[in-house]
């Protein structure tokens, strides 16, 4: 279950000093000859796009509004075609790179109609990773009160350990295997957006205690107001 702790018990991660090289923005590329079935390609194979674009469309639903999310570029492609391939699914990319040439903590803010359609059939279809649909995409947002707090995870008797290869499923998913990933850069660490939950419901959630028997620490930031 979650407990209340103080913010001063939060760890807070250092952050690296990057050295700015130069900065490109790219537009929306997308031509008529790009189809839903190809866009829903590039979004299936690449995890880093899925969970984007979730984000995103997450508060273009609840809230009617674009927001700017970073991303970092998945190794199976070569730096200019993942590019590209952001290129067509985001309407404005914003690629800053180092001394190297090498880019990082690429910005994305919104989503073209044709690639939120395709993302749209996607949800409707089971295509988008379940625990990703899960956390990001199922619920509605819960109405925020003023009151910021933070909350650490302990196991309770109440929730009985799940099959083992539930488990077995659950730490071999693609999603999870993301936010877990090593040496990520400070602005694209692992979280996982719950404002469509109550605290109760997260401590109810099988899903949140397979997560906690995978980490070694983690807390969760919440405004809901606990009754």
């Known amino acids: 279950m979650f407990i ?22 790219y537009k929306n590329e997308l031509t008529n000859d790009v189809g839903i079935n190809y866009l829903e390609t590039i979004i299936h194979n690449n995890m880093n796009i899925q969970v984007a674009l979730s984000y995103q469309y997450y508060f273009q639903r609840e809230f009617d509004s674009e927001v700017v ?20 699914i985001f309407r404005r ?43 990001s995409i199922e619920r509605s947002y819960i109405e925020d009160c003023n009151k910021t707090s933070f909350y650490k995870y302990f196991i309770s008797d109440e929730l009985t350990k799940q099959k083992e ?12 295997r993301h936010i877990l990933l090593k040496n990520k850069h400070f602005t ?20 949140v205690y397979y997560l906690n028997s995978l980490v070694s620490d983690w807390t969760v930031k919440s405004s809901l107001e606990i009754s």
């Open 93 to 135: 990319v914003v690629v800053p790179y180092d001394v190297n040439g090498t880019p990082y903590i690429i910005q994305l803010e919104g989503i073209n109609k044709l690639a939120k359609k395709a993302f749209h059939n996607m949800i409707l279809t089971g295509k988008v990773n379940p625990i990703l649909s899960y956390f």
């Open 4 to 25: 209340e702790i103080k913010y001063n018990q939060v760890k807070q991660n250092p952050v690296k000093n990057f050295v700015q090289h130069k900065v490109n923005t």
């Open 165 to 176: 290869n539930d488990y077995s499923l659950f730490c071999n998913n693609m999603y999870i």
């Open 188 to 207: 694209c660490s692992s979280f996982i957006n719950v404002s469509g939950f109550s605290v109760e419901e997260l401590n109810k959630s099988p899903y």
């Open 69 to 88: 999310s970073p991303i970092t570029l998945s190794g199976n492609l070569p730096i200019e075609d993942a590019i590209n391939d952001l290129a067509i």
